[in-house]
């Protein structure tokens, strides 16, 4: 067994705190990563708080981790030691059914294995995600960071980067195209970078005043400011697609009404109580859809991480220690991130 440092939840209100585990020994097909950096996303807070479900404590939180390969088992050939990778939200799935298949392990029909959120096939035990030391994962789910890319920067693109690249792949965002972001936070920001790299006319919605020149700055070509009835009326019937990131229970209805004929409002955040369900009339009136969508699969994880470092496009990040994540937590739970907190490993490797 490999030992592995942490912070871990050990309940849905204390703060996190260090804990020691062991992770499972490097099998044929493993690859061990020492982890150097961990994003931190919204779904971290949401689940070690059993807002989804309920959970067995401890629990370490953090799917956006890159690191470095320090071992590989004896098949691997995808990854060697020393090169620096990525591991997002999957770190397995059944690999047999018709998703897998067809490279969307993200919705595997047998429920893909969370980097947390899961169980471990090989021990039968909750899985660890990447506020930790170390981490072994099938090659299969490591990605590959591109060359030159900054490590940090790297980290949030294995969340929320493939989770607004994904959906915008899907429903087709380029040049010709309107597309709205709602909600400026760790997702949000990396949809505006995003749907402006593809080429997209980008609109931000943020219910944050202070954010307006920053969605600006990201590449948005307007913003509006979503609480405010008459600036939302000004994009009525405009919207070709829409990637809704809000952390919270909210009406849908003032969105959907901004889509065109046959547009689509895909639903990416992820909140703890329901919306309010949407009335009928604005769907059927223009046949616009409601849709949702989940990170994406690994061949695009991999699609994705190329891309940005072809565009130049990278997430806005604070660094925190692994000692401060409790002060980082309560930013994020009050949308006061400028716009994705990653943690420096390093603060956990030395003296404790
Ligand atoms: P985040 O950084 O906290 O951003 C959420 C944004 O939502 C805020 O910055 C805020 O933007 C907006 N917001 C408006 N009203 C809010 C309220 N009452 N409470 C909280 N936020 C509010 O979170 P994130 O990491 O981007 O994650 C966003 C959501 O997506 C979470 O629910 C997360 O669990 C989910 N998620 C889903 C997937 C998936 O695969 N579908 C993947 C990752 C995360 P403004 O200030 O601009 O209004
Ligand atoms: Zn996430
Ligand atoms: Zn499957």
Excluded at 175 to 185: A, F, H, S
Excluded at 263 to 278: E, F, N
Aim: with cysteine; proline share 5%; charged share 20%.
């Amino acid at each position: 067994m490999i030992d592995a440092h942490s912070y871990a939840a050990y309940d849905a209100q204390s703060p996190l705190k260090s804990w020691d585990f062991q992770r499972r020994e490097v099998g044929d097909h493993d690859v061990q990563i020492d982890i150097l950096f961990c994003g931190v996303c919204h779904s971290d807070l949401h689940y070690a708080r059993g807002e989804w479900m309920p959970v067995n404590y401890p629990q370490v939180v953090g799917h956006e981790i890159v690191g470095q390969v320090v071992k590989v088992g004896k098949d691997v050939s995808k990854h060697k030691a020393g090169d620096f990778v990525g591991v997002g939200c999957i770190v397995d799935s059944c690999r047999t059914c018709s998703s897998c298949q067809a490279d969307l392990e993200n919705y595997c029909t047998e429920g893909m294995q969370g980097t947390y959120m899961g169980v471990e096939k090989q021990t039968g035990r909750p899985t660890q995600g990447g506020y930790s030391t170390v981490i072994v994962v099938d090659e299969n789910y490591v990605l590959r960071v591109p060359a030159g890319m900054d490590l940090a920067k790297a980290a949030p693109l294995l969340c929320a980067g493939i989770t607004l690249y994904s959906p915008l792949r899907h429903w087709n965002a380029g040049p010709g195209k309107t597309v709205g972001i709602v909600g400026l936070g760790g997702l949000g920001h990396m949809g505006v970078k995003l749907a402006h790299a593809m080429g997209a006319k980008v609109i931000l919605f943020t219910t944050s005043p202070d954010k307006v020149a920053d969605g600006k700055k990201l590449g948005a070509d307007d913003v509006v400011i979503s609480k405010s009835e008459d600036d939302m009326k000004r994009y009525a019937g405009q919207l070709d697609l829409i990637v809704n990131t809000v952390a919270a229970s909210h009406q849908l209805d003032p969105f959907i009404n901004l889509l065109k004929l046959d547009g689509t409002m895909v639903l990416v955040g992820a909140p703890a109580t329901p919306h309010p369900s949407p009335q009928v009339f604005p769907l059927l009136m223009q046949r616009r859809s409601l849709a949702g969508s989940a990170i994406g699969g690994i061949r695009e994880t991999q699609e994705m991480l190329d891309f940005c470092a072809e565009h130049d496009v990278l997430p806005e990040i604070e660094m925190t220690s692994m000692q401060d994540i409790n002060q980082a937590w309560d930013r994020v739970a009050k949308s006061d991130v400028k716009y994705r907190f990653v943690i420096d490993m390093a603060t956990l490797k030395g003296p404790r």
